[in-house]
């Protein structure tokens, strides 16, 4: 295991499409949460899962936006109908479920970009 | 909603040289995390300061943390090269269960 996995690296898409995102984490690590992040400014939480259940979600998901964890394993982010405003990197991060200890692992991102 | 203001919001110096990040937050923390990210990438943790602790140190990286001023500060010691990236503090609150970022340094180390 040699760490959180994201796929693909790079997105490109015409404005209206749907894309998905997926993300492999840590296998000891329960919890995984998805940022996003625009150029110049940190990452904003989307969202974040303890094993298969979905705990919170940002009012910055908007319906366009669902994420999944089947099975606790690996989950995939899904954007509906995109706009150019959803260009960005989206990063997934896994943890154990008490962070506090030791932090997140976080993916390489996915940069998308909407034209 | 970002939680954490870094200051400065970039910073340049010469190899050799330390550099000081500041990161003020909003809400009572549980703990205060520090992560570096070069450009296009991931983030990478740095360190973690509980909210009992005041200072800690892990290599050349030296955090300070002083929850009634709501601050921390993340030093870097001997600066190199490599150490050029964002800095970001994320801040784990005390009624939620994740991560909240603040702005980040953007940090330039020149040879």
């Known amino acids: 295991d040699t760490g959180v996995s994201q796929d693909p690296r790079h997105k490109i898409t015409k404005r209206g499409q749907n894309v998905t995102f997926r993300c492999d984490p840590i296998?000891?690590?329960?919890?995984l949460y998805w940022y996003r992040q625009t150029l110049g400014q940190g990452p904003e939480f989307l969202t974040y899962?303890?094993?298969?259940?979905?705990?919170?979600k940002s009012r910055l998901l908007s319906d366009r936006f669902s994420a999944e964890r089947p099975k606790g394993s690996f989950s995939t982010l899904e954007i509906q109908r995109t706009e150019q405003g959803d260009s960005a990197m989206y990063l997934c991060?896994?943890?154990?479920?008490?962070?506090?200890?030791?932090?997140?692992?976080f993916g390489s991102g996915t940069r998308l970009t909407v034209v | 909603s970002q939680q954490g203001e870094e200051d400065p919001q970039a910073l340049s110096i010469q190899e050799g040289e330390n550099a000081t990040m500041n990161c003020s937050y909003k809400?009572?923390?549980?703990?205060l995390q520090w992560y570096r990210q070069n450009s296009g990438r991931g983030l990478v943790h740095l360190i973690l300061?509980?909210?009992?602790?005041r200072e800690k140190h892990s290599g050349r990286l030296r955090v300070t943390l002083d929850t009634s001023k709501k601050s921390s500060s993340l030093l870097i010691t001997a600066s190199r090269a490599a150490d050029t990236a964002s800095y970001f503090c994320?801040?784990?609150?005390?009624?939620?269960?994740?991560?909240?970022f603040g702005t980040g340094t953007r940090l330039q180390v020149f040879p």
């Open positions: 991060a896994s943890s154990l479920a008490d962070s506090r200890a030791s932090g997140y692992t």
């Open positions: 296998s000891e690590h329960n919890r």
């Open positions: 899962f303890q094993n298969e259940a979905q705990l919170e």
């Open positions: 809400t009572s923390i549980n703990n």
């Open positions: 300061i509980r909210s009992n602790e």
């Open positions: 994320a801040t784990d609150a005390r009624n939620t269960d994740k991560l909240i």
